[in-house]
């Protein structure tokens, strides 16, 4: 278990950590992607409740 802890320790301290804007960045990118496929799928749900109004 000693062992396994300090390999744990050595590759922790290998790991490149992004930078605070790099970090800032990627969460904006999820979030408007987030929004933009949340839109999409509203789009498909209320483009299919429409087709099945008519057909029914």
């Known amino acids: 278990m000693i062992k396994f ?3 744990v320790g050595h590759e922790m301290k ?3 950590w992004p930078t605070y804007k790099q970090n ?3 969460t904006g990118v999820v979030i408007i992607s987030s929004i933009l496929f ?3 799928l509203g789009a498909l749900d209320w483009a299919f409740s429409i087709l099945t109004q008519h057909i029914m």
């Open 14 to 16: 290998l790991v490149t």
């Open 24 to 26: 800032r960045h990627d």
């Open 38 to 40: 949340a839109a999409y």
């Open 5 to 7: 802890l300090k390999s």
